[in-house]
């Protein structure tokens, strides 16, 4: 890190630091409840459900927390990128995914497939689960299309590796969408996992790759 870097420079990094820690921090406080709390199947129980329960305030603020490292994240981003191709809309769309997740804990997912114990199999849906769903599948929309753009921004750059990640990681995370929101029974729920936890590494080298382009500007 170069110590005489301006400070708008210094902004820009920490902001993009959000980003690199944003992913690790949600996975680390969901796993860590999911493999604590009682009842919970990581097998087949969406990590939205941990929203639910005595600890449920937990994951809620893990949402509430991480969309909002997300939006700071995307500002820094913003910040720069400056212009150019993917210079606007990739940021726009990563903060559209960073206010999706607040979405998420403050519209708490219904309880169900019997957690927390005691729930039923199938849930009845309510107002705030049914905007739980909406705004989730808008924010991971909006981050499919964030890979995308920011790939072709990659492209033109001259940085295939990191533009193939950003195709891949779009691909496999509408596939793992699409897989979760059909409902269909069996491996889906691991499946979903996996792509959460490579869009989370996705953002997190993007970031990681924004704060050193930064730090080489000065």
Not at 42 to 63: K, P
Not at 75 to 93: I, M
Not at 113 to 126: L, N, R, Y
Request: proline share 5%; charged share 10%.
């Amino acid at each position: 890190m170069n110590p005489n870097c301006t400070p708008a420079t210094r902004i820009t990094r920490s902001l993009l630091g959000y980003g690199v820690i944003a992913g690790p921090v949600y996975v680390v406080v969901a796993l860590a409840q999911a493999l604590s709390r009682e009842g919970f199947d990581l097998s087949r129980h969406a990590w939205s459900l941990l929203a639910n329960g005595d600890f449920g305030w937990i994951q809620i603020t893990n949402f509430i927390a991480v969309g909002l490292m997300t939006v700071a994240a995307a500002v820094g981003l913003r910040r720069a990128l400056a212009s150019g191709r993917g210079g606007t809309w990739g940021p726009l769309l990563i903060a559209a995914y960073g206010v999706s997740l607040v979405g998420a804990g403050v519209f708490r997912a219904d309880p169900g497939q019997g957690f927390p114990v005691g729930a039923p199999q199938s849930p009845t849906i309510s107002w705030h689960g049914m905007l739980h769903f909406v705004v989730g599948a808008v924010g991971f929309l909006c981050l499919i299309a964030a890979c995308f753009v920011l790939a072709g921004r990659f492209a033109r750059a001259g940085q295939p590796r990191l533009a193939w990640f950003s195709r891949i990681t779009g691909v496999v995370f509408l596939a793992g969408f699409a897989a979760i929101a059909s409902g269909s029974q069996g491996p889906t729920t691991p499946a979903f996992v996996a792509a959460v936890l490579l869009v989370w590494a996705w953002l997190t080298t993007v970031s990681v790759h924004f704060y050193r382009a930064a730090d080489r500007k000065d």
